[in-house]
């Protein structure tokens, strides 16, 4: 298979399971459903969460996934992962050194030495769980195969002589630390994938909790029914250990970790609850009397069956319980020590649970919107799951930016994942681009200022929200990243940076900033400014003082006359009537001859190559 429909077949993996932070994290999981014929849900929660695990580099232990073989009648073997999405000599190399980092662990994970799970991962908690459930018969057989997967499309032969000093170097480390180990270590490109036998499709293994309730058809369609009824919180939480934010991937938002939530919020009240249930001396609520504080959790999975107190299914995903699961794990395996709890009181504690058993992705979607249309949340965020967001984010991943489709996503991995962002986004150490931004910005440059100001309108109506995200103005990703840069500075530049008398005019800055956003763009397109494009449109670098003194100085010079006009038009107005701005925001544009006819959107339609061009001139 070339390398190019390998990389074809990943993105729309990517696409499918908003899986990791860049097209290369869904590499590993796409190659287990490739090889191997896994479903997707258990890839993922065979793969690492991000480049290097989720509290800092290293902790993965040189592993990017696994798979445990059980061929009957053969000894189990475990393969042991590491991918290089990359056609490079030296990087391919350096998936075979790194397997060095797994080996102690490994030993560990194998029963020759004390274990130390609090510092395992998601991928190794996994990895441990599955060799636990080994036969203890079976253990003493288990062989290991160590693969590098990469995308050189060099022959074999060619490429292991090329790195055939480091493989030994593994080899004599792996005898070193696993003497009695039958393994073996070998590189796999797309020639070996080219040739693979399709492999036997293999159902996602069936998930299991405790449930009492019912099935109910769902009116008019024969392909959904949902199971409502009581089921245990322990069994969710233990869902999330093994899925962790990937169990959310479909949700409109990600736990909330504002003060506001965590310290007096619905977090907070959760965790008062579940002390007064467990920890309480005596306890102070009856374990199964959550269940009357809760609204529930909404989940959407396949193969549904109910019976005799248990509900199974397979590839569960949370559409509605985010806070909840995730507050409750945080209590449950804290960072720090809490009180100790009483584990059959924690175990006894039930919530109300509502299953959806439908393989319809549109209609999940819609269930999702209107889930949380009855939670405070922001009409931007009911959008988050639209394939439109997810390809986005892919985009903004690929240049090492934050795109924030997710409501609180950026500051949930700030908050419980720092180093995953000096890590995935190097462009995003002060901020990321935020999806309600990045909809205001693209309506203003375009001349729509009502739905600039009313974003909750523009993210209601799908040919507004469609016209905002549609191919055309979303064309240049450096581009947005610029908008987000204004975005972040405009208030204050009008404010303070440009001399203007605010205290005596009715109409204060804020009721300006994207009247004056729509002119700037408008004006570096007609006069073909690219500067302030190329030094702003490829990190985030929030209110950069550098940045406040370049936009102050486009909007007061002799040529743009932008700043004259605010003065003129729209800081003498008696009232600030939304009728009365569009009538000085009129006569603005027509003064600076700014009017439709100057297309922001063309002007940037190739500057994502012009970038590169340079960068490439550059080096």
Request: hydrophobic residues 35%; glycine residues 4%; charged residues 25%.
């Amino acid at each position: 298979m070339p390398a190019a429909d390998i990389r074809e077949q990943v993105k729309d993996f990517k696409e499918c399971y908003a899986h990791g932070d860049g097209i290369e994290e869904c590499f590993a999981p796409w190659y287990l459903t490739k090889t191997y014929g896994v479903s997707a849900t258990e890839a993922i929660r065979c793969s690492a969460e991000s480049k290097q695990g989720p509290d800092g580099s290293g902790l993965d232990h040189g592993l990017d996934a696994f798979h445990l073989l059980r061929d009957d009648g053969k000894p189990p073997t475990l393969v042991l992962i590491q991918t290089k999405y990359s056609d490079s000599v030296k990087l391919i190399a350096q998936g075979a050194r790194d397997f060095k980092k797994s080996l102690v662990w490994l030993k560990s994970a194998l029963g020759s030495s004390e274990a130390s799970p609090a510092t395992d991962s998601k991928l190794l908690v996994n990895l441990r769980a599955d060799l636990a459930n080994l036969p203890p018969e079976e253990r003493p057989k288990l062989k290991l195969e160590f693969v590098v997967v990469h995308l050189n499309e060099e022959d074999d032969a060619l490429l292991n002589n090329k790195t055939r000093e480091t493989q030994d170097v593994f080899k004599e480390d792996c005898r070193d630390v696993l003497p009695d180990a039958v393994f073996k270590l070998r590189l796999e490109g797309p020639r070996y994938i080219e040739h693979l036998p399709p492999p036997d499709l293999q159902p996602s293994p069936a998930k299991t909790i405790r449930f009492q309730g019912t099935s109910l058809p769902v009116a008019q369609s024969t392909q959904t029914n949902m199971f409502i009824g009581i089921g245990r919180l322990a069994d969710l939480v233990a869902m999330f250990a093994t899925r962790k934010e990937d169990l959310f991937s479909k949700n409109v938002r990600l736990f909330i970790t504002s003060g506001r939530n965590v310290e007096k919020g619905p977090s907070a009240r959760i965790k008062r609850t579940l002390r007064a249930i467990c920890v309480d001396k005596p306890p102070i609520v009856d374990p199964e009397t959550f269940a009357l504080y809760h609204n529930g959790v909404t989940i959407h999975a396949r193969d549904v069956v109910l019976s005799s107190g248990l509900l199974s299914f397979r590839d569960p995903y949370v559409l509605n319980g985010c806070q909840t699961i995730i507050t409750a794990y945080r209590f449950r395996c804290p960072s720090n020590s809490t009180p100790k709890m009483d584990d059959a009181l924690w175990d006894r504690i039930t919530i109300p649970v509502r299953v959806i058993n439908s393989r319809d992705e549109e209609l999940i979607r819609t269930v999702t919107v209107n889930n949380n249309r009855q939670n405070a949340i922001t009409a931007a965020a009911l959008r988050a799951n639209d394939p439109t967001q997810i390809a986005l984010e892919q985009r903004f991943s690929d240049i090492e930016v934050f795109y924030e489709r997710q409501e609180g996503a950026f500051e949930y991995v700030e908050e419980s994942d720092p180093k995953r962002l000096g890590r995935a986004f190097l462009n995003s150490t002060w901020g990321p681009v935020n999806i309600e931004d990045l909809a205001r910005c693209l309506a203003a440059a375009a001349g729509d200022i009502t739905f600039a100001r009313n974003t909750n309108d523009l993210f209601e109506s799908d040919a507004a929200y469609n016209r905002c995200f549609s191919q055309t103005r979303t064309v240049s990703v450096h581009f947005l990243v610029f908008l987000q840069n204004l975005h972040n500075v405009l208030g204050v530049v009008l404010k303070n940076d440009l001399g203007l008398d605010w205290s005596t005019s009715y109409v204060k800055a804020g009721k300006v900033l994207y009247y004056a956003l729509c002119l700037l763009c408008r004006y570096l397109a007609k006069n073909e400014v690219f500067g302030p494009l190329e030094d702003y449109g490829t990190s985030i670098v929030g209110r950069d003082r550098a940045l406040r003194d370049e936009i102050a100085k486009q909007l007061d010079n002799y040529h743009s006359r932008i700043k004259s006009q605010i003065q003129e038009r729209f800081m003498c107005l008696e009232d600030t009537k939304t009728e009365s701005l569009n009538a000085a925001f009129e006569k603005a544009q027509k003064s600076l001859y700014l009017k439709d006819n100057v297309d922001v959107f063309e002007f940037v339609r190739n500057f994502d190559e012009r970038l590169e061009e340079r960068d490439r001139t550059m080096i």
